[in-house]
């Protein structure tokens, strides 16, 4: 059964070797953070039991890799990081405001497919 996210609205490319990419950006006030935190290692814990062992630079022939950062309300940088091994994600929450956090994954044909049906995403 497909995964329902909430926070995290991804927009889609391709590059010419039909590499996809998949862009989100969601801000949440402290109090709703841990769902959208929840959200994020939702996502990132399936690529990494989906594709185990396969993430890294996608030039160097991985299957899939991310970026994910997070800032507050001035733009000043957050702490995020998502361990793969682990599966186990961090983020700093602003201390004031929202924090915003950006995710960027890309990934081959396979790891394109099998993301669109877990998520239901289009692309």
């Known amino acids: 059964m497909p995964k329902t ?12 070797a039909g590499n996809g990419t998949w ?12 769902d959208l935190s929840a959200e994020v290692e939702s996502v990132l814990s399936w690529a990494a039991r989906t594709f185990p062992g396969r993430q890294g630079s ?3 022939g991985a ?3 991310f970026d994910l950062q ?5 733009g000043e940088p957050l702490r995020a990081e998502f361990h793969v091994r682990s599966a186990s994600l961090q983020i700093e929450t602003a201390a004031l405001g929202a924090t915003t956090v950006t995710l960027t994954l890309s990934g081959n044909n396979a790891f394109a497919e099998a993301f669109n049906d877990a998520f239901e995403l289009e692309g």
């Open 70 to 74: 997070a800032q507050d309300d001035a």
């Open 5 to 16: 996210l909430d926070y995290l609205i991804f927009d889609y490319s391709e590059d010419d």
């Open 23 to 34: 862009d989100a950006m969601a801000s949440a006030p402290v109090q709703r953070m841990p």
């Open 63 to 65: 299957d899939w890799d």
């Open 58 to 60: 996608m030039e160097d």
